[in-house]
């Protein structure tokens, strides 16, 4: 394989670099964050706090036990054989303190990590719905944008260890209490310790950041690549893909690319890391060099009788732990603000707005529609092409007409026919309905009064009859309304011979999924169509898969069935677009005639000639 060009790898590094105040700024995420937290149950989240700010006291009270526990021993020493049994209960009654505390930080532990096991479960169900929830109202377009993938992709990792930062932040706070305990007695000894201490870790604390700031930075500028590395790992081994990847003999082409992919990414992390580990090493070793500095201070003090051995053990425990601690929120501090920066991406977003939506105040949807859709003048064009998709394009679907589509591959049909569901709207022109711009009526209204039945169909992994009924989801439990959908689409026949009839689930991917073959499924997704009771009925290339007869017969029911509603039909087969009332011919997105089947022969221009190669072909 050839050598891959990432140009983005290469050129965002240096651009991502994230700044300080960008890393306080991404901290400002985190109220949003703990109201969702909050949201997903707020007595988890109580129980966990309560239960953290208990074990944070835990270090600080063991130390000073453990302090108690010396002294007496000192003191019990020196009384010699003069102690008396109150004393040797006093000093079992310590050792007993410290043993419980030990057992309830312990206890305390392993409640918080279930805790944060529990909340973190609820939180990434409660992230993946809103996502979901966020997708469903965002436009076409947007899905079809790179860069919105991207973010889609970066906020789709949220859903996952984010324990990490629900108890990153949980742990901070505990921390920050504990060494609040600790530094107080520290300070009660000399302040100066603390400085000390302060000093110690700032070498790391710094370096730390840096790193992952770069490890950010790279992990960012990788989005493309890594859903990339997705992608192909997902054709590389699944259902959908294992027919082509066996014929064409696809996996060396594929594994290649995902090897050549996957090693410049490790090798990119792996010098980071190299270097992160070294600069570590330095880093912390300053650290305990200013640790063993006090505890020389401690011990001269010690030696020198000015503390009892009971504060020497205190305060060389209190000062490791603090340094400990204090190295432990630095360093999870750093590593919160990155993972604030990830939540950033997720807000992001959520922030993302659809530009195709309903009018403040909608106009009712005409039922029955009066006069027709009008189009006038429209333009479109996809944001990724330099050419217009369609324009110039002027015509009227009459209430009750049967419109069919005509034109070469890439004429603009499927085009057409999204922006009459608002799939898009136009970038010039407009279209009526009724007289009025289609962006003047709810959306909702809109698309649950025309029924769209698309080339490229979803093949839902679910039961037959859930294949069916999403033409009209709501009425799912509806038995009947499938059946007579079925019937009419003679997907009737197909679900006759499957074991479990219309609790058959489709598709191989799970348990006792059963596969169909193209015209089978065809019949099934054109069910679809006959869910709703839709004002206008639009088959793209619906019946490209079926044979003959098949076809001759689900256009039979067709016409009988939309008698009085409006119908679009894209269809490469004169056979079908020949019944309709009038067909409209496009090339290169603009409208080149229109007009009725004997109409269109008549002037002998492109219908003729198209229609005339393919009779040709029959004889
Ligand atoms: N989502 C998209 N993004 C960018 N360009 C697109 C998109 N969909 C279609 N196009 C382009 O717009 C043009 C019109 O496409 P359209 O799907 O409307 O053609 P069509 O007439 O339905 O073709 P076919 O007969 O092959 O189904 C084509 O050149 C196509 O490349």
Same mark, same amino acid.
């Given at each position: ?5 990432t140009p983005q790898a290469n050129t965002t590094d240096t651009k991502e670099q994230i700044s300080w105040r960008e890393r306080f700024a991404a901290l400002?995420n ?71 505390? *030990?057992?309830?930080? @312990? !206890? ?6 279930? &805790?944060? #096991?529990? $909340?973190? +479960?609820? %939180? ?23 860069t919105?993938?991207d973010k889609?992709e970066r906020a789709?990792r949220q ?47 710094i370096g730390d950041n840096y790193f992952n700031q770069r490890s950010y930075s790279l992990s960012r500028s990788w989005t493309p690549e890594r859903r ?8 590389? *081994?699944?259902?959908? @893909? !294992? ?6 003999? &696809?996996? #060396?082409? $594929?594994? +290649?690319? %995902? ?5 410049e990414y490790f090798t990119k992390n792996r010098s980071l890391a190299i270097s992160r580990?070294?600069w ?53 501090f750093s590593s919160l603000t990155q993972e604030a920066i990830y939540l950033q991406d997720l807000?992001d ?35 990724? &092409? ?234």
């Amino acid at each position: 394989m050839g050598k891959r060009v990432t140009p983005q790898a290469n050129t965002t590094d240096t651009k991502e670099q994230i700044s300080w105040r960008e890393r306080f700024a991404a901290l400002g995420n985190l109220p949003a964050f703990f109201r969702l937290v909050w949201e997903v149950s707020p007595a988890l989240f109580l129980g966990n706090a309560g239960l953290r700010l208990i074990r944070a006291a835990i270090p600080a009270a063991t130390l000073y036990v453990g302090k108690l526990i010396i002294d007496h021993i000192v003191a019990l020493n020196k009384q010699a054989a003069g102690s008396s049994t109150d004393d040797i209960h006093y000093l079992w009654w310590l050792v007993a303190a410290e043993f419980g505390l *030990a057992i309830v930080s @312990t !206890a305390l532990g392993r409640a918080v990590a279930l &805790l944060d #096991g529990l $909340l973190g +479960d609820l %939180f990434a169900n409660r992230i993946s719905i809103r996502l979901m929830e966020h997708a469903a109202t965002l436009d076409l377009e947007q899905f079809e944008d790179a860069t919105f993938y991207d973010k889609l992709e970066r906020a789709r990792r949220q859903t996952s260890g984010r324990t990490v930062l629900l108890s990153g932040v949980f742990g901070q706070v505990q921390e920050l209490i504990s060494v609040a305990f600790l530094a107080a007695g520290l300070a009660v000894y000399n302040p100066w310790l603390l400085l000390l201490i302060l000093v110690a870790v700032t070498p790391s604390f710094i370096g730390d950041n840096y790193f992952n700031q770069r490890s950010y930075s790279l992990s960012r500028s990788w989005t493309p690549e890594r859903r990339e590395l997705d992608y192909l790992r997902y054709i590389g *081994a699944s259902d959908e @893909t !294992a027919k082509e990847v066996k014929i064409f003999g &696809l996996s #060396g082409f $594929l594994i +290649d690319r %995902f090897r050549s992919l996957s090693w410049e990414y490790f090798t990119k992390n792996r010098s980071l890391a190299i270097s992160r580990a070294g600069w570590g090493v330095v880093l912390t070793a300053l650290g305990t060099a200013g640790y063993y500095g006090a505890y020389v201070w401690i011990v001269m003090r010690a030696v020198t009788g000015q503390i009892s051995l009971g504060d020497l053990t205190f305060l060389a425990g209190s000062f490791r732990q603090v340094r400990g601690s204090l190295e432990g929120i630095l360093l999870q501090f750093s590593s919160l603000t990155q993972e604030a920066i990830y939540l950033q991406d997720l807000f992001d977003y959520f922030a993302i707005q659809p530009t195709i939506h309903s009018p403040g105040t909608s106009r009712p949807f005409p039922n029955p529609i009066r006069e027709g859709f009008v189009f006038e003048n429209v333009g479109f064009k996809y944001t990724n &092409l330099e050419r217009w998709a369609l324009r110039n394009l002027s015509f009227t679907l009459h209430v009750g007409e049967k419109l069919a589509l005509v034109g070469e591959n890439g004429a603009g049909k499927t085009t057409l026919v999204k922006l009459l569901a608002r799939l898009y709207d136009p970038a010039e022109g407009r279209i009526l309905l009724d007289g009025h711009d289609l962006r003047e009526y709810d959306l909702m209204a809109l698309r649950r009064n025309i029924g769209v039945i698309f080339q490229d169909y979803t093949r839902f992994k679910m039961s037959a009859g859930v294949n069916i009924a999403v033409g009209d989801i709501d009425e799912r439990t509806n038995q009947p309304q499938i059946e007579t959908s079925a019937q009419r689409s003679l997907a009737d026949t197909v679900i006759a011979k499957l074991a479990d009839g219309y609790d058959q689930q489709l598709g191989r991917s799970f348990n006792k999924g059963v596969e169909l073959s193209g015209g089978e499924w065809q019949k099934i997704a054109l069910g679809r169509a006959y869910m709703r009771d839709a004002q206008l009925v639009i088959l793209d290339e619906p019946t490209a898969a079926l044979d003959a007869r098949a076809e001759y017969e689900v256009f039979q029911r067709f016409n009988k069935l939309t008698e009085g509603h409006s119908s679009v039909i894209i269809s490469h087969r004169f056979s079908t677009v020949r019944m309709a009332d009038r067909i409209l011919v496009l090339e290169n997105g603009t409208l080149l005639e229109i007009g009725s089947h004997y109409e269109l022969l008549e002037k002998d221009g492109r219908y003729a000639e198209l229609f005339g190669l393919q009779a040709r072909g029959y004889q």
